[in-house]
Nanobody, 121 residues
Framework: QVQLVESGGGLVQAGGSLRLSCAASGSIFSINAMGWYRQAPGKQRELVAA???????NYADSVKGRFTISRDNAKNTVYLQMNSLKPEDTAVYYCNVVLTAIATMTPRDYWGQGTQVTVSS
């Protein structure tokens, strides 16, 4: 059984900062890529940032220079530091982890439950 638990969302004023965390737990053999997606009302889910097992990162153009993704492999945790937040960053943020569970020994996607980020103007 594998579980992803997110934390760190909330309400913040424009220009403020938030830090999201997502911890993977359970019978995990290995973790590959980790990332964050977001979905605003009436819009499709979009990739915000991703980080490979080797530490290479990728960001959506809309967050480059403001958001930073990182991971702590010892804790099976991925973080998203969000600075200079804008009202258009308001969305439900989901973590996504590609990992291999011991039970299956096959890599697949796992999703967190989602955390609401609201940026007021």
């Amino acid at each position: 059984q594998v579980q992803l638990v997110e934390s760190g969302g909330g309400l913040v004023q424009a220009g403020g900062s938030l830090r999201l965390s997502c911890a993977a737990s359970g019978s995990i053999f290995s973790i590959n890529a980790m990332g964050w997606y977001r979905q605003a009302p009436g819009k499709q889910r979009e990739l915000v940032a991703a980080i490979t097992s080797g530490g290479s990162t990728n960001y959506a153009d809309s967050v480059k220079g403001r958001f930073t993704i990182s991971r702590d492999n010892a804790k099976n945790t991925v973080y998203l530091q969000m600075n200079s937040l804008k009202p258009e960053d308001t969305a439900v943020y989901y973590c996504n982890v590609v990992l291999t569970a011991i039970a299956t020994m096959t890599p697949r996607d796992y999703w967190g439950q989602g955390t609401q980020v609201t940026v007021s103007s």
